[in-house]
């Protein structure tokens, strides 16, 4: 019924008349005909997300998946920790109530990235890949901005998780959308298994960076973040 209603608007705008029963019927039927005269159409193994019209697409979302798990995830758990040992630097003790107000604060500061980020992708300027790349781009800025001006933590970190909302949440919308439809369910089921996948990992690799120094994790966030720059636009 939902389709109809599209359809009848397309027809309004023709100025022709809306469908009646019949006309309805008859899509329904050739659709149900076309269905069950094609059954090897609805047979889709994740092989062939990776047939040659589709392997560039598949192989650099599944990096992108990786990238942006890191990107989020792992910051995500050793930022606590981070503000420990700048916390200690700075005044030779442990602030506990203070790490708790700028996760709170960097939290609400960084929730409206996923609504700017769909405002932005609707734009036909910017559209999805450049919303992408924007963010890539200033998450790249922010990453490499927390080394050097470590006593602006907070807020460059919010600032930081604010342009990785905007490509965590594009990025998701436009996997569903470059596949087509016959391999839209098996595409999202596998990109989302990486992107989960990749999220458990980072935790790992997140953690020991921060053990060997805790500022390596936010090198290695800028030295990925620019790879999924060049990943984004090819």
């Known amino acids: 019924e939902e389709g109809f209603k ?11 008349e809306e469908l009646i029963y019949d006309e309805k019927e008859a899509i329904i039927n050739e659709i149900k005909s076309l269905s069950n005269n094609n059954p090897s159409n ?8 990776f047939a040659e019209h589709m392997y560039t697409t598949t192989l650099f979302t599944i990096l992108l998946m ?6 989020f995830y792992g910051i995500l758990l ?15 003790n442990t602030n506990y109530s203070q790490i708790i107000a700028n996760q709170i604060i960097v939290a609400f500061c960084s929730m409206p990235g996923n609504i700017i980020g ?12 450049k919303t992408i790349c924007l963010g890539f781009i200033i998450s790249t800025i922010c990453s490499l901005s927390i080394i050097i001006f470590r006593s602006q933590y907070s807020i460059l970190y919010s600032m930081y998780l ?17 596949y087509p439809t016959q391999l839209r369910d098996t595409s999202s089921g596998f990109l989302f298994a990486c992107l989960r996948i990749s999220g458990f990992f980072s935790q790992y690799l997140y ?7 805790y500022m390596l994790p936010y090198y290695f966030s800028g030295i990925i973040s620019a790879l999924a720059i060049v990943r984004s636009c090819l």
């Open 118 to 129: 769909g405002v932005l992708s609707e734009i036909k300027k910017m559209g999805r890949r």
């Open 6 to 16: 599209v359809l009848n608007e397309m027809l309004k705008t023709k100025n022709e």
């Open 66 to 71: 990786f990238i942006l798990s890191f990107l």
């Open 162 to 178: 604010f342009f990785v909302n905007i490509s965590f949440n594009v990025c998701l919308t436009y996997v569903v959308e470059i």
């Open 207 to 213: 953690l020991a960076l921060h053990i060997w120094h």
């Open 78 to 92: 050793i930022s606590t920790l981070t503000m420990r040992k700048l916390n200690i630097y700075e005044t030779n």
């Open 42 to 49: 609805n047979k889709v193994d994740i092989e062939n997300l």
